[in-house]
């Protein structure tokens, strides 16, 4: 039985702190919904079985489909929590032995970051935070929901750096925050990125701007964009910055907004230098481990596959995903540790190890 979990204080990344789940959330262990061994759909109910019927059976189904379909009537959704090695694995199964191009995550969310920056990745990393002179955490409860990254923006405080805040709830944050624009009514934080966006290209005065491509679509995109005297004076700080740091909560933006974001940081210059760009931050595990293991976001691309009829067996790997999805497909084989929504409609279930007995893995 596992009782407590303790941090590694030399770990450079962490410099031993903890997010809550790290902490708090290693009872999952011993829950009672817990998967202990595989099991596979006999007379319509789940029945547990040895591990070489589980994997015989798969390996049957999948090979029927390929027969009967071809080998892209396969497609496989993975979970953004599995390490670096896991998604190897992964995709490795997927190309040389499934034969199937079609490996999305169903759950994750595609970022706007990719249109303007080329990648979907922050351009910075968290230990940056303590020494950047202004910080500008942008529609995200930082303190709550990513704990350690809080941390390390209350260590810039205290450093000497200053934050401001753009949302639309109380947090954390607000009683650090030199500057605050409250979201409210109509007022979006996509209006709001817009007006900042709309400031610098009209002030002329950001070091990219004239060369930046795209500039002229960007300007007629936001040129119908009120500047309040909020928006000005914010604007105006984070341009005069000699280093800058947006930080969000991708799931917090849409695309749209978190293109909006990476557009201001290239329009202004603070990007592409030390302690100068965007941190995105992330709920899972390893959710930027998946986008560098070459895993993308699906945006609808299986659902629709298996709307058509082209996708006829599911690997499910990890992820909870809408059981709605997968109604009518002819095979459902599903990994993970707990018994799901997902896990309750497969054919077969397999469990995968837990972190906890998984040493030296690697996540981004």
Same mark, same amino acid.
């Given at each position: 039985?596992?009782?407590?979990?303790?941090?590694?204080?030399?770990?450079?990344?962490?410099?031993?702190?903890?997010?809550?789940?790290?902490?708090?959330?290693?009872?999952?262990?011993?829950?009672?919904?817990?998967?202990?061994?595989?099991?596979?759909?006999?007379?319509?109910?789940?029945?547990?079985?040895?591990?070489?019927?589980?994997?015989?059976?798969?390996?049957?189904?999948?090979?029927?489909?390929?027969?009967?379909?071809?080998?892209?009537?396969?497609?496989?959704?993975?979970?953004?929590?599995?390490?670096?090695?896991?998604?190897?694995?992964?995709?490795?199964?997927?190309?040389?032995?499934?034969?199937?191009?079609?490996?999305?995550? #169903?759950?994750?969310?595609? @970022?706007?970051? %990719?249109?303007?920056?080329? /990648?979907? !990745?922050?351009?910075? +990393? &968290?230990?940056?935070?303590?020494?950047?002179?202004?910080?500008?955490?942008?529609?995200?409860?930082?303190?709550?929901?990513?704990?350690?990254?809080?941390?390390?923006?209350?260590?810039?405080?205290?450093?000497?750096?200053?934050?401001?805040?753009?949302?639309?709830?109380?947090?954390?944050?607000?009683?650090?925050?030199?500057?605050?624009?409250?979201?409210?009514?109509?007022?979006?934080?996509?209006?709001?990125?817009?007006?900042?966006?709309?400031?610098?290209?009209?002030?002329?005065?950001?070091?990219?701007?004239?060369?930046?491509?795209?500039?002229?679509?960007?300007?007629?995109?936001?040129?119908?964009?009120?500047?309040?005297?909020?928006?000005?004076?914010?604007?105006?700080?984070?341009?005069?910055?000699?280093?800058?740091?947006? #930080?969000?909560?991708?799931? @917090?933006?849409? %695309?749209?907004?978190?293109? /909006?974001? !990476?557009?201001?940081? +290239? &329009?202004?210059?603070?990007?592409?230098?030390?302690?100068?760009?965007?941190?995105?931050?992330?709920?899972?595990?390893?959710?930027?481990?998946?986008?560098?293991?070459?895993?993308?976001?699906?945006?609808?691309?299986?659902?629709?596959?298996?709307?058509?009829?082209?996708?006829?067996?599911?690997?499910?790997?990890?992820?909870?995903?809408?059981?709605?999805?997968?109604?009518?497909?002819?095979?459902?084989?599903?990994?993970?540790?707990?018994?799901?929504?997902?896990?309750?409609?497969?054919?077969?279930?397999?469990?995968?190890?837990?972190?906890?007995?998984?040493?030296?893995?690697?996540?981004?």
């Amino acid at each position: 039985m596992l009782l407590r979990a303790h941090p590694v204080n030399e770990d450079v990344t962490s410099e031993g702190l903890l997010c809550a789940k790290g902490k708090f959330g290693f009872d999952v262990i011993e829950s009672e919904t817990r998967i202990t061994r595989p099991m596979i759909r006999k007379s319509g109910e789940l029945q547990e079985v040895s591990y070489n019927e589980a994997f015989q059976y798969i390996a049957k189904k999948a090979q029927s489909i390929n027969l009967l379909y071809g080998s892209d009537a396969l497609g496989l959704s993975v979970s953004d929590r599995y390490t670096n090695e896991t998604l190897h694995l992964i995709k490795t199964l997927a190309s040389k032995t499934l034969n199937t191009k079609h490996v999305y995550s #169903i759950n994750a969310k595609k @970022s706007g970051l %990719e249109y303007v920056l080329g /990648l979907n !990745a922050s351009t910075n +990393v &968290l230990n940056e935070i303590h020494h950047t002179p202004f910080i500008l955490s942008v529609g995200s409860r930082v303190m709550e929901d990513h704990t350690v990254a809080g941390l390390k923006i209350r260590k810039c405080i205290k450093n000497g750096g200053v934050l401001h805040l753009i949302s639309d709830k109380t947090s954390k944050l607000d009683e650090w925050a030199q500057s605050n624009i409250r979201l409210k009514g109509n007022m979006t934080l996509s209006h709001v990125l817009k007006a900042m966006v709309k400031y610098v290209i009209d002030n002329h005065e950001a070091p990219a701007s004239i060369r930046a491509n795209g500039l002229d679509s960007l300007r007629r995109y936001v040129e119908k964009s009120d500047v309040s005297q909020d928006v000005e004076n914010l604007t105006r700080a984070y341009m005069d910055a000699s280093k800058a740091i947006i #930080i969000f909560d991708q799931e @917090s933006l849409t %695309e749209e907004e978190s293109a /909006l974001v !990476a557009g201001l940081a +290239v &329009l202004t210059g603070h990007v592409g230098s030390p302690r100068n760009g965007i941190i995105q931050l992330r709920s899972n595990a390893n959710a930027q481990g998946l986008i560098d293991m070459g895993i993308k976001p699906d945006a609808g691309m299986l659902s629709k596959l298996m709307e058509a009829g082209h996708i006829k067996g599911l690997f499910v790997l990890g992820e909870n995903i809408d059981p709605n999805i997968v109604k009518g497909i002819e095979f459902l084989a599903v990994q993970e540790t707990h018994m799901t929504s997902i896990a309750k409609m497969a054919d077969v279930i397999c469990q995968p190890p837990f972190y906890r007995i998984k040493w030296d893995s690697d996540f981004s």
